[in-house]
T-cell receptor, first 112, second 114 residues
Framework: KQEVTQIPAALSVPEGENLVLNCSFT??????LQWFRQDPGKGLTSLLL?????REQTSGRLNASLDKSSGRSTLYIAASQPGDSATYLC???????????FGGGTRVLVKP | SAVISQKPSRDICQRGTSLTIQCQVD?????MFWYRQQPGQSLTLIAT?????????ESGFVIDKFPISRPNLTFSTLTVSNMSPEDSSIYLC???????????FGEGSRLTVL
């Protein structure tokens, strides 16, 4: 059974610092990995999708890496802003059975 | 990105009643899923909504409690039946875009059961 873990569970940084969010998964046979952002009481917004054959994806200030063999992904957010405050979730999609497994999320607070 | 709209966005219900949540997706979506997010928790998959046939439920979720319909490719409903306070959660509809497999979510339906 796939298990996805996100560390740390919560993170507080001053504005301008770079954010590093970690995601680990136990079964390396994944189809893709996706990072989401969730604001309180809201749905999820897709940030980055990394296919299993890719090593990283970039979008603006966001960069996500994937190391399948070690079961890890890292989301980097450069020059953080107060508007980046949210919960960040990673999820892995296993082609067989079409199951998406979520991590517990990292709650980020960027202080002005 | 795919467009997914969900309603109601929130509701307060009495114990023992049922509530139906509707989800409309655009034509890019191939698969549809329903998730539950209990307070302070991550997301748990309830079921995969199959067009024109019974949904595929995950362990711990049953059709009698969470009947799901998907009469066509772009519309699905989830009913939370005979509600109790333990059903208070955010229920999220999602769609998987064919090809990349990228998953998109609606805004969620926040349900409070008194």
């Amino acid at each position: 059974k796939q298990e996805v873990t996100q560390i740390p569970a919560a993170l507080s940084v001053p504005e301008g610092e770079n954010l590093v969010l970690n995601c680990s998964f136990t079964d390396s046979a994944i189809y893709n990995l996706q990072w989401f952002r969730q604001d309180p009481g809201k749905g999820l917004t897709s940030l980055l999708l990394i296919q299993s054959s890719q090593r990283e994806q970039t979008s603006g200030r966001l960069n996500a890496s994937l190391d399948k063999s070690s079961g890890r992904s890292t989301l980097y957010i450069a020059a953080s802003q107060p508007g980046d405050s949210a919960t960040y979730l990673c999820a892995v999609f296993k082609a067989a059975g079409n199951k998406l497994t979520f991590g517990g999320g990292t709650r980020v607070l960027v202080k002005p | 990105s795919a467009v997914i709209s969900q309603k109601p966005s929130r509701d307060i219900c009495q114990r023992g009643t049922s509530l139906t949540i509707q989800c409309q997706v655009d034509s890019q979506v191939t698969m549809m899923f329903w998730y539950r997010q209990q307070p302070g928790q991550s997301l748990t998959l309830i079921a995969t909504a199959n067009q024109g046939s019974e949904a595929t439920y995950e362990s711990g979720f049953v059709i009698d409690k969470f009947p799901i319909s998907r009469p066509n490719l772009t519309f699905s409903t989830l009913t939370v039946s005979n509600m109790s306070p333990e059903d208070s959660s955010i229920y999220l509809c999602s769609g998987n875009r064919g090809g990349t497999g990228e998953l998109f979510f609606g805004e969620g339906s926040r349900l409070t059961v008194l």
